[in-house]
């Protein structure tokens, strides 16, 4: 019976409902796009440094472990690794930021593809000149290139050569000598990768670099390393990041249902009168409250899910370069719990008032 | 017998804003149980006020009252919800229907807190037959005319069997045809089943239904002449 009554009090203002319901459906958009935006760019990045094929991954002194930028080392370097015991292969990249979070890698072709198995093709083919430039499915799709098209980056003309299946690394690659150039990099490295003959030896190999005096400073990783650091709480500020949104959802779902407890709790004085009259508790009052307040937070989280996975597909199928997403499962209860704390908190006030108030004093308002 | 309702020079001031207005000065009453009492008096002599005094629904500033052996100044506020619930029925004047139920919804919802539920029991449904609002219980209040609404109210009022029946103005709305039928059943009520019925009234014609006719006059009860 309380049930009909509450449904049919959120039937009776349609609109605010909706409008609430849309309201805190938009802040659980918002954590869960926040999350699987986190979650997929990470999962993106894994899968292209997995793509590589290398065993070990090794950064020059100074740099962070997932940025790929920044600090060098020489190109000989290489020459050394080769001679390292168990290491069959070696190569290395230098990258380039283009703007946003978008990179250049410049690649040695014939190195990179020994090591992480040949280029899938989609359009064109390999470099056939300095000037050419690869680029995966995603960037193609986004930038609408196709494999004989000039693109400008870093203030140099380009050739798309050719369209690649995504996964192996970078986005765009161009040959190695001729990013060091633009850059004035010559000989120089931003990451070093290792092929063993054997993967199993991987720490054996890492404990023996690790002693050679010529190396203190670099960080050398296992590949599971490397990838393990792909996750949330290592990314720094992205967990901050994330408190924080959460935060403002609890503070604009609290307002928002606030809002629309108190004027239903004003606008509905009388009601609340006639239900005292007719024998309900205070307890009842806030009861019936509290179960509009929990529809609304249930409905908001549910409209909330479904927007985010428009927003998803949106995302992964509009700028797919740029930004990842995934669909985050495990987040739903956590924006549930998010909506419902800060719906029920707002209903708090609202609640106790229409509770306290003298029936009669209730039953003469206007 | 001890009389179901008793008051003791009741008084009771409304404080609005800065200034007091005496609503009742000092009533004294008493209804034995299974009585049907009607009260008259002008407009604004206080007859709603003692309603809501008797029903719980507000608090008094002096004097006493006793209903059915509880005096209610000494009555927490869960034994006040519980005297609302099981001891009397409340027609309001302005009938107080709740917007968003149907007829129906409405007296479900007082039987529900009254701590019934199941289908409605037999000679209820005769009631709901004998107020002629049987074939209007799926409408909501919005689209009852005001006479149809009063006799849903009545009906909400009856639907817990209460031991009082607190009826204010109850023929207000109605032709005289359904005002006979609504007096009709009263009076058939207090007769089968010893139900104690209040009723406030302007209508000499229908106070005349009542057993005894209680006078009041600013705020106090004054015999008849
Ligand atoms: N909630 C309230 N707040 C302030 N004053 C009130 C309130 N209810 C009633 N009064 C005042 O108390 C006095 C008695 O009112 P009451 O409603 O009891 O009269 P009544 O005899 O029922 O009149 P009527 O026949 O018009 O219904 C009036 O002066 C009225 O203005
Ligand atoms: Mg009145």
Redesign the interface.
């Known amino acids: 019976m309380i049930n009909r009554l509450v449904i049919e009090n959120l039937k009776h203002r349609r609109l605010r409902t909706v409008l609430s319901a849309l309201s805190i459906g938009f802040q659980v958009t918002m954590i869960l796009a926040v999350a699987g935006l986190s979650r997929g760019m990470l999962e993106d990045s894994r899968n292209r440094a997995k793509g590589v094929g290398a065993d070990i991954w090794i950064k020059p002194p100074g740099a962070s472990a997932i940025s790929l930028t920044g600090a060098s080392m020489p190109q000989s370097v290489l020459r050394y690794f080769r001679e390292v015991p168990h290491v069959k292969l070696a190569t290395g990249t230098a990258v380039q930021p283009i703007g946003g979070i978008s990179t250049i890698t410049g690649i040695d072709y014939g190195e990179f593809v020994a090591m992480s198995g040949p280029f899938r093709f989609l359009d064109g083919g390999p470099f056939q000149s300095d000037d050419d430039v690869i680029v995966d499915q995603y960037y193609a799709e986004q930038q609408k290139l196709k494999a004989g098209d000039t693109v400008t980056i870093l203030n140099h003309q380009w050739r798309v050569c050719g369209v690649v299946e995504p996964g192996k690394l970078a986005r765009l690659f161009v040959r190695l000598h001729r990013l060091q150039e633009l850059t004035n990099s010559e000989g120089k490295l931003n990451q070093a990768f290792l092929k063993l003959d054997d993967p199993a030896r991987a720490q054996e190999v890492i404990r023996y670099l690790k002693s050679q005096p010529e190396l203190t400073g670099y960080s050398i990783y296992s590949i599971e390393e490397f990838l393990s650091m792909f996750s949330m709480s290592n990314v720094p500020g992205l967990q901050a990041f994330i408190y924080v949104i959460i935060g403002l959802s609890l503070i604009i779902g609290f307002l928002v249902v606030g809002l629309t407890m108190y004027t239903t709790v004003l606008e509905r004085t009388r009601e609340i009168g006639i239900l005292k009259a007719l024998g309900a508790s205070p307890l009842d009052i806030v009861g019936i409250l509290v179960r509009e307040t929990v529809v609304l937070a249930v409905a908001g989280w549910i409209t909330g899910i479904l927007l985010s996975l428009g927003a998803h597909w949106a995302i992964n199928t509009q700028v797919r370069a740029n930004l990842q997403s995934e669909i985050v499962p495990d987040w739903w209860p956590i924006a549930l719990a998010v909506s419902l704390i800060a719906s029920l908190l707002g209903a708090l006030y609202p609640g106790l008032r229409a509770a306290r108030q003298d029936a009669i004093e209730a039953l003469s308002y206007e | 017998m001890e009389p179901i309702i008793a008051v003791r020079d009741l008084r009771k001031i409304y404080h609005v804003g800065e200034v007091d207005v005496h609503a009742l000065r000092g009533v004294s009453m008493e209804v034995p149980r299974g009585e049907f009492v009607s009260i008259v008096g002008p407009s604004g002599s206080g007859k709603s006020t003692l309603f809501?005094v008797i029903?719980a629904?507000?608090?008094i500033t002096s004097g006493q009252v006793i209903v059915d052996g509880q005096d209610l100044s000494e009555l927490s506020?869960?034994e006040r919800?519980?005297l609302?619930?099981?001891k009397v029925g409340?027609v309001?004047q302005r009938y107080?229907?709740?917007?968003?139920?149907t007829a129906l919804?409405n007296i479900?919802?007082?039987r529900?807190?009254?701590g019934k539920?199941g289908p409605l029991e037999k000679d209820f449904l005769e009631i709901l037959r004998l107020l002629g609002i049987e074939h209007r219980l799926h409408h909501k209040p919005r689209a009852l005319s005001g006479g149809e609404q009063q006799r849903v109210a009545i009906a909400?009022a009856l639907v817990n069997r209460p031991a009082i029946l607190l009826a204010d103005e109850p023929t207000g709305n109605l032709d005289s045809e359904n005002s006979e039928a609504v007096l009709s059943l009263l009076r058939d009520l207090n007769h089968r089943f010893g139900q104690t019925i209040l009723m406030i009234t302007h209508n000499p014609e229908a106070a005349a239904f009542a057993d005894r006719i209680i006078q009041m006059r600013d705020g106090r009860v004054v015999q008849p002449a």
């Open positions: 809501h029903g629904l507000t608090s506020d869960s919800t519980r609302r619930r099981q409340f309001f107080n229907l709740l917007p968003t139920l919804g479900e919802i007082a529900y807190f009254g539920s909400r």
